[in-house]
């Protein structure tokens, strides 16, 4: 690390700075722009700190260890969504890992949010961020990392229903409805948090594929009957998309079982 490297971490620690824009670092050093580019490019290609987008970089609050600094999803994800006021969760494989419904590590970060949208790599991790209604957004919880950050996931029941709402993006179908099977059968309370989750977030085919799964689960009456409140297409619906529109139809919840 050379003098002026070494000088911008003097600075950073100096100021408590956690993120870097284009501008900071030539008005107190007194660098012109291009000078300023080639410093901050020259960190973040050596590792030392991290670009979040073209003119925004994190920086590590002590001199990464071997001089390469990797500092995990949870503050990218906190930071990247400060910059744009945006909010996010992690959904899909990485819930569905959380939640322990399967026990495959995935290699990316898919996380729903209301500002980015598309594939990035950053800090040596991939992310999928897939850009939702602010009103998709919730049915949460925070977990705090050992770094001491916070992590926002989808609640399990959340992720349940994310399984059957995105099943294409996820290929959350059919395993998606073993596991609400499993979970209803191990939890009977968790059918009146998934249609909570469903009437909140979900759409007419969720609702409908979900509330025909909780039936057969022996939910109770009255979660069914809320579910069935929220439904308004007569349209009949495929359990398993993928699979020809054949088999015994479920009036009630205007679904054609061709699982069996």
Do not use: H
């Amino acid at each position: 690390m050379g003098p002026m490297e070494a000088q911008f971490f003097a600075y950073c620690q100096m100021q408590e700075l956690e993120t870097v824009s284009s501008g900071d670092i030539s008005k107190a050093f007194k660098l012109t722009p291009k000078q300023e580019r080639d410093l901050l490019y020259r960190l973040a290609s050596d590792g030392w700190i991290i670009r979040l987008r073209r003119g925004l970089y994190l920086v590590s609050r002590k001199l990464p260890a071997g001089g390469i600094w990797m500092p995990g999803e949870a503050l990218i994800l906190e930071k990247l969504m400060e910059d744009c006021r945006g909010r996010y969760q992690l959904c899909g494989p990485n819930a569905f890992n959380f939640w322990g419904f399967d026990d495959q590590v995935p290699n990316r970060v898919y996380a729903y949010n209301n500002r980015l949208s598309g594939e990035r790599n950053i800090g040596g991790l991939s992310f999928t961020f897939i850009k939702v209604g602010e009103k998709r957004l919730g049915a949460t919880v925070r977990e705090k990392t050992a770094a001491g950050n916070f992590l926002v996931v989808g609640s399990k029941a959340r992720a349940l229903m994310d399984a059957v709402y995105d099943w294409k993006r996820f290929n959350g179908i059919p395993r998606g409805y073993e596991w609400i099977r499993e979970e209803v059968r191990r939890d009977r309370d968790m059918a009146i948090e998934l249609a909570r989750v469903c009437r909140e977030f979900g759409n007419q085919g969720t609702v409908r594929r979900i509330g025909f799964i909780l039936k057969n689960c022996g939910a109770e009456d009255r979660v069914l009957r809320d579910l069935r409140g929220c439904l308004r297409s007569s349209s009949l619906i495929p359990l398993l998309p993928e699979r020809p529109k054949r088999g015994r139809i479920d009036r009630e919840w205007g679904v054609i079982n061709n699982a069996v």
